[in-house]
């Protein structure tokens, strides 16, 4: 049986704060739909004090803005976008356009279709998350979205420059230094100044989260969202220094954000909360992390590999890095989670930043029933359907009147008689002294 060494808040507090987010992120979106611009502005001065002229940034704008950014971040922006779109492209590769016959005439196929647009969510607030731009734009710009709109907020109302360097070299055709709420709301919504997309992605805090989960619908959205989540599965050969650090990386996205050990191996485990203990105090970012780690750290004691394979796919991660002898397992043992990372030589940093593979992935247990964003996302897989042989006409119509009799259906019953009486031996009694 699997014992907690150390175990997280309870869930009742966490659906509280969810409550809380709810309802306030509802009548934010219903105040954006009665008043449009007006309200936009209105929240952006509201919670990030920013309002000027005009959200979207003019060509000069964004030309001054990325003249101000580094060289050295300039190729690093351009090497991380090569990874991304390098790994996009591989992707995009492999979805194949299909067309069969599967009687003499009939032509069944689907295409892979790209949205007519889609809004690119970067986020900001204390930290600006420049490799978001990189995942959201890069990725629809690749599967072949023509439009793409892309928002990030000021930072304690400064222009986040880098970020609006990522999303101009990613590809982004409009860009809009707006955050939160009001800009995925106008995004999804559309206002007098900003024209709706049919599609919204991209990370965010719990209150973009829980607009994008009030908006699906009259939008599509890439997934649903939550904090950042991390589970290591370690053995005794895994290194507790390395593991408290990978955790720790996790934890400093928010106060919110699980990370849980699942180790076969009790003397790690304590390990590890030792090593975190000695760490947090002198983690720049531990006034997120610590807290993180204080009421969603987990460390679980599994009896086997097996076992401790079962309880991580339990959980359903975002993130689950496996520091095991044979990392490679997982793959054949695993089925539930965002992403994996394999190995000591790689790490969930890496995925979030620089090698390639996407960072927008499902939290919250969506894990079970969803990957996370690649250009598929971006897809609409359309099917078409051509029937030339006359033939092949008529037997389908036959069987479409019986099998649309049987549910009640005589209008579609209808329509396959037509074509059985006009290509084959078919009449219809239903029509009997009208002339078609």
């Excluded at 190995?343 to 390639?356: F, P, R």
């Excluded at 359907?385 to 033939?391: H, R």
Aim: hydrophobic share 40%; proline share 6%.
């Amino acid at each position: 049986m699997p014992r907690h060494l150390k175990s997280p808040v309870a869930a009742a507090q966490v659906t509280r704060a969810r409550a809380d987010v709810s309802d306030r992120v509802a009548a934010i979106l219903d105040d954006i739909r009665a008043h449009g611009d007006e309200a936009v502005r209105r929240y952006s001065e509201q919670f990030d004090d920013w309002s000027p002229a005009e959200f979207r940034l003019n060509p000069d704008e964004i030309r001054r803005i990325v003249s101000q950014v580094p060289d050295t971040v300039l190729d690093d922006i351009r090497f991380v976008q090569q990874q991304v779109r390098t790994f996009a492209r591989a992707q995009r590769d492999a979805l194949a356009d299909v067309e069969i016959e599967t009687l003499p005439g009939v032509r069944l196929g689907h295409r892979h279709v790209p949205v007519s647009g889609a809004g690119a969510y970067v986020p900001g607030g204390r930290y600006p998350l420049t490799a978001s731009a990189h995942m959201t734009v890069v990725t629809a710009k690749v599967a072949g979205v023509p439009r793409v709109a892309a928002c990030t907020p000021p930072i304690r109302g400064e222009i986040p420059a880098a970020t609006v360097a990522a999303m101009h070299m990613a590809g982004a055709d409009e860009i809009y230094l707006l955050g939160g709420v009001q800009a995925v709301a106008a995004l999804a919504l559309g206002t007098e100044t900003i024209n709706r997309v049919p599609m919204l992605a991209g990370p965010g805090n719990a209150y973009v989260a829980e607009a994008k989960r009030q908006l699906f619908g009259e939008v599509g959205i890439d997934l649903f969202a939550g904090p950042t989540e991390i589970l290591v599965i370690a053995d005794d050969h895994a290194d507790p220094f390395v593991v408290a650090v990978d955790l720790l990386s996790q934890a400093e996205h928010g106060p919110d954000s699980p990370a849980v050990l699942v180790t076969t191996s009790e003397e790690l485990g304590r390990e590890v909360e030792r090593h975190i203990e000695r760490l947090l105090p002198g983690m720049p970012t531990r006034d997120f992390a610590a807290p993180a780690w204080r009421d969603h750290g987990e460390i679980v004691v599994a009896d086997t590999l097996d076992d401790a394979f079962e309880i991580a796919d339990s959980y359903a991660s975002e993130h689950v890095e496996v520091l095991t002898e044979e990392p490679r397992q997982a793959l054949e043992k695993m089925r539930d989670y965002g992403a994996l990372f394999l190995g000591e030589g790689t790490c969930v940093s890496y995925g979030d930043k620089v090698i390639g593979t996407n960072h927008v992935l499902p939290t919250r247990g969506a894990a079970r029933y969803t990957g996370g964003l690649w250009v598929g996302k971006y897809l609409k897989t359309v099917t078409y359907q051509e029937v030339t042989d006359t033939a092949s006409s008529a037997l389908l119509g036959e069987v479409c009147g019986r099998a649309a009799r049987v549910e009640l259906f005589e209008g579609h019953a209808r329509s396959g008689d037509v074509r059985a009486a006009k290509y084959g031996k078919g009449t219809l009694p239903w029509n009997e002294g009208n002339v078609a």
